[in-house]
């Protein structure tokens, strides 16, 4: 067996491959470093982050912060709500998606072209801000959770990809079990969900998340403090720069208010971002899977 040979580059390889690995390193950079210096601000004694920056010295690091933040009622009920709208977004999206990529993927259904061309126009034409807020008021779903989790349910683009997933499905499954006496709601509970595992857990990522970031809709149509999500509690704290009253109660000063409600904002987004980022391991070996959907042909 003949030992591996490097490959030899050109000189005009080598500048090329020398430019991308710069361009790559310094796209990584432009990700990592914002990303470090809000873990590491969040850590930071507000007075040592205003005067001083950054500093490694333990002595300049305090947990305050994280205190502050966890003590705070309006920090778990938001939590907990975007917990709980994001998985059943989540469960909804996925499940009505599935049901209508099923039968767009056959080719002999009739009304396919139809359907398709319908969806199709929804994902570059929509109603608008004020009549869709119309249609929810006369729908009484304005200040209930369903507001948010009905309307964007539904989205084209996942339904295509799912579609064209089950299409990658072989044809011989459905044949089996159809000879087994399986109809087409046993076919697609019994035999087509479990084989779907990837695009379903890449499905469900992604509304999981969308809904995660979300904070417009529920803006628009939350009016209970109890039903907003930790989104708009950021929001509060990101872009008005108004903090839950409870979070700093206790100082007097004006100025300190202001230090501290600075490093709050770092201590939130770290919270915030915890469990995507506990996520998203669960869910890798799926979604590298599920996004090579149409790569591959044949």
């Known amino acids: 067996m003949e030992a591996s040979r490097k490959i030899k580059y ?14 790559l390193g310094a796209f990584v950079l432009s990700i990592v470093i914002p990303l470090v210096y809000v873990i590491a601000a969040s850590f930071m004694d507000p007075t040592v982050l205003n005067n001083q920056g950054l500093s490694f010295n333990v002595k300049d ?41 099923y039968p767009m993927s056959k080719k002999e259904f009739v009304g396919r072209n139809f359907f398709n061309v319908i969806f199709l126009i929804t994902m570059f034409f929509g109603g ?23 309307p964007g349910a539904f989205n084209v683009w996942n339904m295509i990809l799912a579609r064209t997933y089950y ?19 046993q076919h697609f509970f019994k035999i087509m969900l479990p084989v779907c595992k990837p695009i379903i857990a890449v499905l469900a990522l992604w509304s999981f ?5 979300s904070y417009f809709d529920a803006m628009i149509y939350l009016n209970d403090a109890n039903l907003q999500p930790l989104q708009l509690v950021l929001r509060s704290i990101l872009v ?21 409600a600075e490093q709050l904002k770092y201590a939130t987004i770290v919270v915030s971002s915890l469990p995507l980022v506990i996520m998203y391991p669960f869910f890798q070996k799926y979604f590298d899977k599920g996004m090579m959907i149409g790569s591959v042909k044949g």
């Open 209 to 213: 998340v969308g809904m995660w970031n």
């Open 240 to 260: 008005q720069n108004t903090p839950q009253p409870g979070m700093i109660a206790d100082i007097q000063s004006t100025a300190e208010m202001a230090k501290v």
């Open 10 to 23: 050109s000189r005009r390889d080598r500048l090329i491959l020398g430019v991308a690995n710069i361009l």
């Open 167 to 185: 299409q990658s499905v072989p044809k011989e499954l459905r044949e089996a079990s159809s000879i087994d006496g399986a109809n087409e709601i």
């Open 61 to 101: 690091w305090t947990l305050d912060a994280y205190r502050r933040v966890l003590e705070n009622g309006m920090i778990w009920r938001g939590f907990f709500n975007s917990f709980l709208y994001s998985l059943a977004f989540a469960a909804i999206s996925v499940f009505v998606t599935l049901l209508a990529a």
């Open 128 to 150: 608008g801000m004020i009549p869709t807020f119309i249609l929810i008021n006369q729908l009484h779903m304005v200040n209930t959770i369903w507001a948010i989790l009905i």
